[in-house]
């Protein structure tokens, strides 16, 4: 297996720009997790899915963020408009719900916002 | 979901045992302990987890102590590639939610 896969790595981008971030998890996991990474705030949870459907997001920062799962096999993170204060290393992992729970991680995107 | 209290930063001479302490003093009955370990630039990665009996596996060993309240992460034979920070992370039951803390900067030593 390929493992979770995240496009773009990097994103560099204008404020006010929509970005969009995608993940897509391993088969056959059922669960996908959004994080951001900051040197300040450390590793957070933004919002994870189960079978698709989102079932926490109390960690998304505003309104400015959204997230959607159509299918088991993809995922995206949205941000618009971009604000400098978004630059951060964003990951997604996947995980088999009612298994060991093991969450396995992307690579990261990391997003600059000038 | 319960608190960790880890040290912020260890060091470790290459070869030798590295030993991580956590601290999870509120942890509740039906609650897991689990580490993790992200090496600069990459993704977390699991090791392992628990929830009352100790647990070794191919990367580590863990040994929660017998009242749950603390935990201690044990790489046999540290090698320069375990230089990582370590994350100790209690998860509830019947979730998959993990919170991650600020967790130990481990720096193996040649």
């Known amino acids: 297996d390929a493992g979770v896969i995240q496009s773009p790595r990097h994103e560099v981008t204008e404020m006010g720009q929509e970005v969009t971030l995608r993940c897509k998890p391993i088969s056959g996991h059922n669960s996908l997790f959004w994080y951001r990474q900051t040197m300040m705030r450390g590793l957070e949870l933004l919002i994870y899915f189960n079978n698709n459907v989102p079932i926490d997001d109390s960690g998304m920062p505003e309104d400015r963020f959204s997230a959607k799962m159509p299918n088991a096999s993809f995922s995206t993170l949205k941000i618009q408009p971009s604000e400098p204060r978004d630059s951060a290393v964003y990951f997604c992992a996947s995980s088999l719900f009612g298994d060991s729970y093991e969450q396995y991680f992307g690579p990261g995107t990391r997003l600059t916002v000038t | 979901d319960a608190k960790t209290t880890q040290p912020t930063s260890m060091d470790c001479a290459e070869g030798r045992a590295a030993n991580l302490p956590c601290n999870h003093s509120t942890i509740s009955g039906n609650e897991y302990v689990y580490w993790y370990r992200q090496i600069h630039s990459q993704g977390p990665q699991y090791i392992i987890h628990?929830?009352?009996n100790n647990e070794t596996n191919e990367m580590a060993s863990l040994i929660i102590t017998e009242d749950r309240k603390s935990s201690t992460l044990i790489l046999p034979h540290a090698t320069l590639r375990d230089t990582a920070v370590y994350y100790c992370?209690?998860?509830?039951?019947?979730?998959?939610?993990?919170?991650f803390g600020t967790g130990t900067r481990l720096q193996v030593f040649p």
């Open positions: 628990g929830l009352k």
């Open positions: 992370i209690v998860r509830g039951d019947n979730t998959d939610k993990l919170i």
